[in-house]
């Protein structure tokens, strides 16, 4: 017993040995594979997703506990559309059921909850509960968590760029003050750092339109894994590396 005891726990992360927090302020996530999860299980694709929110919920708990500040994930991107009306609808009810089994939680455990993305081309009913789960734990001060939904860097930047020129149009803006601290401001993730870190499951060597602003310096963690088998011992096999990395910014 002992020795499959020994061999089944889980290793006690050197960060947390040490009595160090994360080395990663903001965490972003690319949550791909629930398809190829499921194709390998020999279950319904639809599945996978389900079981994706799964792994979510385990990690948001356990980042949250460990004192992670910022983590903002992908849940459905501008290009997710394409997708067949089967799968775009199971994942829209998938959303509304997930925000009400586990919002109480979420705003016990002091997470801050927010929808980033095109949320005024997300369904009526969806998007008043985005509205009340993010009025509800506004001010909660553990964790805040970004849940990109209807998501695209590329509307995301144009967007900021219209309304800015619709200020500087109506004089409110002069020229000059366009800086990248302004533009960053007109995107969703005003007021949240940059991502430090951004980990992709399912092994695509791609950003499929994700923070492409955002993420100008972020480190890249691309793992094969598949989304619905993310664990928290992954979570801390990217951060160990994460904290090997050397960060230049184009400095020496
Ligand atoms: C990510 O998993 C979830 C969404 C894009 C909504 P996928 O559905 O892309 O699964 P794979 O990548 O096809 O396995
Ligand atoms: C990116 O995954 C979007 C999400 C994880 C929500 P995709 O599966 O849509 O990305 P591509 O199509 O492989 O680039
Ligand atoms: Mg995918």
Redesign the pocket.
């Given at each position: 017993m002992g020795i499959v005891k020994a061999r089944n726990k889980r290793a006690e992360p050197k960060r947390r040995e040490r009595g160090e927090a994360f080395p990663v302020k903001h965490l972003a996530i690319?949550?791909?594979g629930n398809r190829r999860w499921a194709d390998k299980k020999h279950l319904p694709r639809l599945l996978g997703h389900r079981e994706g929110v799964k792994t979510l919920k385990e990690l948001v708990k356990y980042a949250g506990r460990e004192g992670l500040r910022y983590l903002t994930v992908?849940?459905?991107?501008s290009?997710?559309w394409n997708r067949s009306n089967d799968e775009v609808s199971y994942l829209m009810e998938l959303l509304a059921e997930a925000i009400r089994d586990e919002l109480d939680e979420l705003h016990s455990n002091q997470i801050r909850l927010s929808f980033i993305g095109d949320l005024s081309g997300m369904p009526v009913a969806l998007r008043s509960e985005f509205d009340l789960a993010m009025e509800r734990t506004r001010d909660n001060e553990q964790l805040s968590l970004q849940v990109a939904i209807n998501y695209g860097s590329r509307l995301e930047i144009t967007e900021a760029v219209r309304r800015i020129a619709e200020e500087v149009k109506g004089g409110k803006l002069s020229i000059a003050a366009i800086t990248e601290d302004l533009l960053g401001s007109y995107l969703y993730t005003k007021g949240i750092p940059d991502p430090d870190l951004l980990i992709r499951t399912g092994g695509?060597m791609?950003l499929?339109n994700?923070l492409l602003w955002q993420s100008a310096y972020t480190e890249l963690y691309i793992t094969p894994v598949l989304w619905p088998e993310f664990t928290p011992d992954l979570l801390e096999d990217a951060m160990a590396e994460f904290a090997s990395r050397q960060r230049r910014f184009g400095g020496d």
């Amino acid at each position: 017993m002992g020795i499959v005891k020994a061999r089944n726990k889980r290793a006690e992360p050197k960060r947390r040995e040490r009595g160090e927090a994360f080395p990663v302020k903001h965490l972003a996530i690319i949550m791909d594979g629930n398809r190829r999860w499921a194709d390998k299980k020999h279950l319904p694709r639809l599945l996978g997703h389900r079981e994706g929110v799964k792994t979510l919920k385990e990690l948001v708990k356990y980042a949250g506990r460990e004192g992670l500040r910022y983590l903002t994930v992908y849940a459905f991107s501008s290009e997710n559309w394409n997708r067949s009306n089967d799968e775009v609808s199971y994942l829209m009810e998938l959303l509304a059921e997930a925000i009400r089994d586990e919002l109480d939680e979420l705003h016990s455990n002091q997470i801050r909850l927010s929808f980033i993305g095109d949320l005024s081309g997300m369904p009526v009913a969806l998007r008043s509960e985005f509205d009340l789960a993010m009025e509800r734990t506004r001010d909660n001060e553990q964790l805040s968590l970004q849940v990109a939904i209807n998501y695209g860097s590329r509307l995301e930047i144009t967007e900021a760029v219209r309304r800015i020129a619709e200020e500087v149009k109506g004089g409110k803006l002069s020229i000059a003050a366009i800086t990248e601290d302004l533009l960053g401001s007109y995107l969703y993730t005003k007021g949240i750092p940059d991502p430090d870190l951004l980990i992709r499951t399912g092994g695509e060597m791609r950003l499929s339109n994700y923070l492409l602003w955002q993420s100008a310096y972020t480190e890249l963690y691309i793992t094969p894994v598949l989304w619905p088998e993310f664990t928290p011992d992954l979570l801390e096999d990217a951060m160990a590396e994460f904290a090997s990395r050397q960060r230049r910014f184009g400095g020496d």
